[in-house]
């Protein structure tokens, strides 16, 4: 399960082997190559490749322009700068034109560690999933990560995708399982409680599941890869199987999975529901993993929100 | 201060800059590097500011709109006593206020930064508040080359001309280089001057490595009335650590032991070249 090849690695590797038969893929990048481990792309296939500079409005706009001339234009740029520097030109030209850009925000969350706020992005799944039209994706490892790629290439419509910046421990033990954009995956099966968990927090909620089993409690783990559009059905099973659900996200509690999910849950099967994520405030300076810590999101605290919310 | 005196500050700057990224093991280093005398002049010279009073209302305003070179900007606030010198040890480390971009939690910055494109209109508003006041301090506002590729640059460049802002001062550190490689392959930006001209700015060009050229620059403001000033600060990136200089990769680069110490000895003779130069006039 350890692992060390992150997650923008991985789509550059699967867009290079991909654009080897489909000349209409195009990555673009804004002074970002490197960030986004798309440095061999550029070199392989610069007639594929656009570089706009510093300019994250700008780059949004080319590749809309672009897909509106038939490419399949990959975005990549920070998941900070692109989901709030260039969001009139996501709602407008992506989302209202329905353009077939993939928007690719890397380093996202708080991966950007000590850089601070500016370089955090724990507002940009709010923001997006506000946008009709918009599909909102976080794989949760590597091999998640190339499955979404695959399907990225062939899916048509405007996505934010949102990755981290460091290598995450594996969720998955292959990429034998079924990726379908907009379908939850259940990693665990459980009938205690459900904890709903997106991107890289699905290791998290994986490890507090195996805490929870040790003390006798049944956990369901959900992968809500697609945020936008949500998996319902799979939310709604849950409050309906299981009566109690926490959420788990690498983003504010305002806006994000949490809220996503409890729009749901409370309006067609209320049951009790705990939200983690990171509190209304810039993030405390630190590595993913101090941060989290920090913020109770550990296998650890949601075991305890766990047994507290079903009253054990 | 003396421009002799300027200038061994600022080796004495850059050495405490890189023990504290090294110690950090993170930083911005080549552009902190770069613009290591445009602080030190700003700092010790032109700026009329009091690290005893940090939020003293007629103070001249520092924007680093280049967030990211915030190392040198850290160790000069520490130097001149906004912070304690022992709390840069704590750059980037959990919890710490000194993190990799400007942070208004800190005496001595004015606003928090790090997304790019963002300072020059902050500037704007601050200056066209002093000329709305009548009060006489001036803005300077520090931005990269590749930074020129943001839209909200222009946008901000053509109001500080609008409102005939002469007691502000754009400075871009003009080192040629951004992350990708050179301006020039990335986003090309030339010709850089006469575009600043054309937005109505008086343009001035010098070398943003050598200290006299820097203080002139800076002294000389308001140089034209009614026109806001750019400060074309032509440097070299990674500067005074020889194999920093002019090489991409060291934006973002963190010296090893053996580099550290090579640099520190580069710029420990550089720093009493300075001293004794300083004593012999
Ligand atoms: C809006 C925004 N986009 C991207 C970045 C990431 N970034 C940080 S530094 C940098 C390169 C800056 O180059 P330049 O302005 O030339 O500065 P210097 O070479 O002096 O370091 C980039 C792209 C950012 N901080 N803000």
Redesign the pocket.
Known sequence: MANSIPNRQVICDTLLELAKEDRDIMVLA???RGSAAMATFANAYPDQFVEVG?A?QNIVGISAGLAHSGKKPFVTS?AC?LSM?SIEQIKVDVAYSATNVKLVGISGGVSYGALGMSHHSVQDIAVARAIPGLAVILPADRHETKKMTEALVEHEGGVYIRIGRNPVEDSYESEDYEFVIGKAVTMREGSDLTIIAAGETVRVALDAEAALKEVGVSCRVLNMHTIKPLDEEAILKAAEETGHIITVEEHSIHGGLGAAVAEVVVQHKPVPMRILGIPDEPAIAGKTSEVFEHYGISAANIRNIALDLIGR | METSALKAKAAQIRMDLLTMIHGAKTG?T??SL??TDILTALYYRVMKIDPARPKWEERDRFMAS?G??VESLWCILADRGFIPKEELKTFSQFGTRLIGHPNNKVPGIEMNT????HGLAISVGMALAAKRDNKSYRVFCLM????QA?GSVWEAAMAGAHYKLDNLVGII?R?R???SGS?EDVMGLEPLEEKWAAFGWNVVSIDGNDMDALVNAFEAVPTVPGKPTLVMANTV?GKGVSFAENVPHW?HHVPNDEQLQHALAELSAELERYQQEGQVR
């Open positions: 804004s002074d970002s510093i994250e920070p700068f520097r | 911005h080549g552009g770069s613009n280049k990211h070179s790090g997304a790019l494109g990269g080359d590749g930074e943001e550190d080192n280089l951004q992350i301006t990136k934006h």
